[in-house]
């Protein structure tokens, strides 16, 4: 039996797939590599070039392995881009989502984990946000997820589907083997682009946004290793695949928050320099704050960080950095 991993050439998907190369089971790897890389995986993965939304495409895949389980990862992930192009987002999350729904339903399957986001909740005043809190999404890619969500529990309902939704925080760093890691052009995350400065890539950071209703006047957000990220989809593959009617959403992050401001100044401790800083107006879409309260998945999934200090996550996203 084979696990589909859609986006498995991004870096999220290709740190997961080396997570999950440890179950012995096949593993294949559908990616339009519109922001994945061939080269994230193995040279052995079964790699199929195609778009989720080509459901011809996808369907053949589904008659030609055995597909037990979908974890569905492609799709776009940027706030500010959501903003101005929210078109691309409606498609590319929801549409292209609705489709691999219809094929995973004719074709049997009924198992899936898909990658949500914490930006779900929007600026909650209570910060740290459990699974039972409302969705509030503030930009045109939270709201698409959102949507996912809802696609999900209906076809649940109506169908039978089994889901986990994994809200991911804001995963950074890097493979301590460095056999991934992120390396888009044009990066927007935070500790991304700290990290190009720092190695001389770019000249300077802006910080967006210094009047928010925080201490510093930066926003908050929980930064998770992403090795911890891919335990974490290990462990729902577990659960989803050992028990029957899985509707399930867990909070992937830590619970500990850390301002814009915070973050660079580890970056600068890390690397042992200034970095170039300047202030900037807010961005468009950005919610204040997002900590994740991860009790669940901590008690359900026995899901257990190991990298969860920002310096070390930090440390391997430097060493990703100076290899690239
Ligand atoms: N920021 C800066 N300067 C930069 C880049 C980012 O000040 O050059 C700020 C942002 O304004 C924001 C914070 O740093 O306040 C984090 O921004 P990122 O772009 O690193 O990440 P986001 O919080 O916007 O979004 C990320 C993922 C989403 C995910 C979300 C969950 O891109 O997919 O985390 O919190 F949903």
């Known amino acids: 039996m084979a696990i589909l991993l859609t986006g498995g050439a991004g870096y999220i998907g290709s740190h997961c797939y080396y997570e999950l190369l440890q179950l012995n089971k096949e593993l294949l790897v559908f990616d339009n590599l519109s922001t994945g890389f061939r080269d994230s995986l193995p040279e052995s993965a079964i790699f199929i070039e195609g778009d989720v939304g080509d459901e011809e495409a996808l369907d053949g895949v589904f008659k030609k392995y055995e597909i037990e389980a979908v974890i569905h990862f492609a ?11 929210p078109e691309k987002y409606y498609l590319n999350n929801v549409r292209n989502t609705l489709s691999l729904l219809n094929v995973c339903k004719s074709n049997d399957v009924n198992n899936i984990i898909f990658s949500s986001t914490a930006s779900v909740y929007g600026s909650n005043p209570k910060q740290i946000m459990d699974e039972t809190d409302p969705y509030s999404p503030e930009n ?6 959102m949507m996912v969500e809802y696609l999900l529990k209906d076809y649940s309902r109506a169908y039978g589907l089994n889901y986990v939704i994994l809200r991911y925080f804001n995963v950074a760093g890097a493979d301590p083997e460095l056999r991934t890691g992120q390396k888009n052009k044009d990066a927007t995350h935070l500790i991304k682009i700290g990290l190009e400065v720092a190695t001389g890539k770019r000249d300077s950071i802006s910080i967006f946004g210094t009047d928010y209703p925080t201490d510093d006047g930066t926003c908050i957000r929980d930064y998770i ?11 729902s593959l577990d659960y989803l695949l050992g028990n029957n009617n899985v509707k399930e959403a867990f909070n992937c992050g830590y619970g500990q928050g850390y301002s814009v401001r915070q973050v660079l100044a580890t970056i600068e401790k890390v690397i042992g320099k200034k970095l170039n800083i300047n202030e900037a107006d807010r961005r468009p879409g950005d919610p204040v704050a997002l900590i994740a309260d991860s009790s669940k998945i901590k008690k359900m999934l026995n899901w257990k960080p190991k990298y969860n200090n920002i310096e070390t996550i930090i440390k391997t996203a430097m060493d990703w950095e ?3």
């Open 322 to 324: 100076r290899k690239l």
């Open 140 to 145: 045109p890619y939270a709201t698409s997820k």
């Open 225 to 235: 290793h992403i090795t911890d990220l891919a335990a974490a989809h290990l462990k």
């Open 75 to 85: 799709g776009s992930l940027i706030v500010e881009e959501s903003v101005s192009h």
